[in-house]
């Protein structure tokens, strides 16, 4: 029996961001927006819901009078981004019986 994909790890948009972060010590926004290549809205929406989540910590402060927006994986997101991959391993390493 397959075990349960993560629903909010399953959108593209919120996996990217997670496959990002779970390599960096943390990233700006600008960054990820670069990265994903998504508007500025959607990546916002997305980001705000990995941090309702726990999976994600987002810090704004200011560079030169300009906002800042970072972002960093938690402990609880690293935890659901393994288990996500786990889990999804298991519907590609499957092999009929």
């Known amino acids: 029996m397959f075990k349960d994909l993560d629903p909010l790890l399953h959108s593209q948009l919120r996996l990217s961001v997670m496959s990002l972060l ?57 935890k659901a981004f393994e288990k996500y991959v786990e889990n999804l391993s298991e519907y590609i390493n499957r092999r009929k019986d």
């Open 22 to 78: 779970i390599g960096v010590e943390s990233a700006e926004f600008s960054y990820l927006l670069k990265q994903t290549n998504a508007s500025r809205g959607n990546l916002s929406v997305q980001l705000n819901k990995l941090k309702d989540a726990g999976y994600i910590s987002i810090e704004k402060s200011f560079r030169n009078n300009y906002p800042l927006t970072t972002c960093k994986i938690t402990s609880e997101g690293i």
